[in-house]
């Protein structure tokens, strides 16, 4: 299952810029992997995978600076979404939610990835 952060509403600047993910990226996992994605079309600026407790999370991060697309074990994922949180501005509201969203929490300072997880075993 795909899982997602992005804001709640739709903004016109980046919250992280792709260079400054990556690089924020590889500061906390520095073996994560990254495939630059080629097409113009896509409104991803790059692919990346990180192997966690739980097993490999593939992901892209927006061309836009605003959203990542997570596929992976959702306790992994939690935590990268978590980590994000901490790079954007604590006045952003961000929200992690799945690809059919099904299920959705807001992502706080204080937010713990167990709390993720009940959200997600509804």
Same mark, same amino acid.
């Given at each position: 299952m795909n899982f997602f952060v992005s804001p709640a509403e739709r903004i016109g600047a980046p919250l992280v810029t792709p260079a400054d993910f990556q690089r924020?990226?590889?500061?906390?996992?520095?073996? @994560?992997?990254?495939? /630059?994605?080629?097409?113009?079309?896509? *409104?991803?600026a790059f692919d990346w995978q990180i192997d966690m407790a739980g097993g490999t999370v593939s992901g892209a991060?927006?061309?836009q600076g605003d959203t990542i697309v997570m596929e992976g074990d959702v306790f992994d994922? @939690?935590?990268?979404? /978590?980590?994000?949180?901490?790079?954007? *501005?604590?006045q952003q509201l961000l929200i992690f939610y799945d690809e059919i969203f099904s299920a959705s929490i807001e992502l706080r300072a204080e937010t713990l990835a167990d709390?993720?997880?009940r959200a997600f075993s509804r």
């Open positions: 924020e990226i590889l500061a906390r996992w520095p073996f @994560a992997r990254f495939e /630059l994605l080629a097409s113009m079309e896509s *409104p991803y991060y927006a061309k994922c @939690a935590q990268i979404a /978590l980590w994000y949180r901490r790079l954007v *501005p604590p709390e993720i997880m």
